[in-house]
């Protein structure tokens, strides 16, 4: 699947529109790329112009282009701006963006610090794009007054912050720089002037926190070279196959530009408003998609599906799935009126593409096949959706049907999410590791411990309690053996 980037050029009557080039995740080896990281974003420059160019948009001068000149100081001070629009951003949207005189822009956090450091920075706690991480004086680059240094301006579905003679603390060299956030999520970054030389001292690159997910471009002198005329795309990567077939039975049809699905999700099961599933017989493959979708109060929902069947006497069920997203796939006893939900068995897989299996021993009873996106890593699947295709089976699949019952990978996720009071956390090991399952606050301090200690291979929950805590983010840190994986899960009271 292609990411569709607009390019602008400036022309005598004002920006036009001049093509639609597509960001690829097959380009040229002349391009310098990379990623991508745990939210599936990836980079592209213009090392050749095949898949990134350098399109400058002046703003000086543009009319409708705003100075930003209430920065707390001209050295690490701190700006608030108006984006116009709902921009994503590892999964989350934000309609504002907080501006630091040191060269990046955050959301949710209002962080100051000049020295660059390498992604991720425990320095920058929240959400933050670096474009020129550096130490960075608005009044040292030739603007004396530091006044309309840092500029933006509003378009329809884009808005342009530029950076313009900006000077180091040392007062060498007068850096001129931009980012164009899209709607959709797409980030582009262009090097105007860099008068005075590139210092090594600077930082270029995304990431969603200290704990998790990060991208980075450059950091001082390891990675790729800026230079004058340089533009990188941070978009994200997307990556289809094969799912539902004919005859697969599908899912009642869903609109994800419902900002109301998740009280009228047609088989949002227990997250639905009353509750609703699809039933079905043990043996019928069930298809349908998988997507996250913002809901009431800008909160971010996913779509959730229930397939409801019966076992008449007690036995050995399993479950056999291929999907194209990052996927949780459980059993679920929902006790029959959502009043207590237990996670049977199941598999947390963050691949792509993958077919998996599992297989647990139920009483007589009626249980719920469970299939959602894994809430961590939502970010490829706003604006599109990606297809699963899932069979419950009476007793043990032969190996020659289904890949083997181990897990291949380990894995880490949480559901509910966001949750009041309480989230259940799953992992999942390969083979049987010595784990520590530890929550943290933002600030890093440690609020709770949910194992520690040998466990085998397969999947294991435990359930976190928030009731004595304040709403917030807070993170769900797995290190197993060599793995160390971060999930954010989000108290909602």
Same mark, same amino acid.
């Given at each position: ?279 079905? !017989? ?10 996250? $979708? %913002?809901?009431?109060?800008? &909160?971010? #929902? +996913?779509? =959730? ?62 249980? !719920? ?10 970010? $490829? %699947?706003?604006?599109?959706? &990606?297809? #699963? +295709?899932? =069979? ?102």
């Amino acid at each position: 699947m292609a990411v569709l980037a607009t390019l602008l050029v400036m022309t005598t009557g004002g920006f036009a529109n001049v093509s639609q080039s597509p960001i690829r995740s097959t380009h040229s080896p002349l391009d310098n790329s990379g990623g991508p990281d745990d939210y599936h974003y990836a980079f592209v420059d213009n090392s050749s112009p095949d898949t990134a160019t350098y399109d400058w948009i002046e703003l000086r001068g543009l009319p409708g282009t705003v100075g930003v000149n209430d920065f707390t100081s001209h050295d690490d001070g701190i700006s608030t701006i108006p984006l116009g629009f709902n921009f994503f951003f590892y999964g989350q949207f934000y309609n504002s963006a907080s501006l630091c005189t040191n060269g990046f822009i955050q959301f949710n956090t209002d962080d100051d610090w000049y020295t660059n450091n390498c992604l991720p920075a425990d320095t920058l706690h929240g959400p933050t794009i670096c474009l020129f991480w550096d130490d960075l004086h608005l009044d040292r680059g030739g603007i004396n007054d530091g006044m309309d240094v840092v500029l933006f301006r509003q378009f329809q579905n884009y808005v342009v912050v530029e950076y313009d003679s900006v000077g180091r603390f040392d007062g060498v060299g007068s850096y001129k720089f931009e980012t164009i956030l899209f709607s959709d999520g797409r980030i582009k970054m262009q090097y105007n002037q860099f008068g005075g030389g590139v210092d090594t001292s600077n930082t270029i690159g995304i990431q969603q926190s200290p704990l998790t997910a990060s991208l980075q471009y450059r950091c001082s002198t390891d990675g790729f070279d800026v230079t004058e005329g340089r533009a990188i795309w941070f978009y994200r990567q997307y990556q289809d196959c094969q799912s539902c077939q004919p005859g697969d039975s599908p899912e009642i049809a869903e609109d994800p530009a419902d900002t109301s699905y998740y009280h009228t999700d047609p088989n949002g099961g227990c997250n639905s408003d009353p509750p609703r599933y699809i039933s079905i !017989a043990i043996g019928q493959t069930v298809c349908g998609h998988g997507f996250f $979708y %913002l809901g009431p109060s800008n &909160l971010t #929902y +996913r779509d =959730t599906d229930w397939y409801t069947f019966t076992v008449v006497s007690p036995e050995t069920v399993s479950v056999a799935y291929h999907s194209e997203f990052a996927a949780q796939v459980g059993i679920i006893d929902f006790h029959g009126d959502c009043s207590q939900i237990d996670i049977v068995a199941g598999v947390y897989d963050t691949t792509f593409c993958h077919d998996s299996s599992f297989s647990t021993y139920l009483m007589a009873g009626t249980y !719920a096949l469970f299939v959602a996106p894994d809430f961590d890593a939502p970010a $490829y %699947l706003f604006g599109d959706t &990606l297809g #699963y +295709r899932a =069979t419950v089976y009476h007793g043990v699949l032969a190996a020659d049907n289904r890949p083997a019952l181990q897990p291949a990978s380990f894995a880490l996720s949480s559901y509910p999410n966001p949750f009041n009071p309480s989230t259940q956390l799953a992992f999942t090991l390969p083979e049987r590791e010595n784990v520590r399952l530890i929550i943290y606050d933002v600030t890093g301090r440690e609020v709770a411990e949910l194992a520690d200690g040998s466990y085998p291979a397969g999947v294991h929950t435990v359930t976190f309690d928030g009731s004595a805590l304040s709403s917030g983010i807070y993170f769900a840190r797995l290190t197993a053996g060599r793995y160390d994986a971060s999930r954010k899960i989000v108290l909602l009271k």
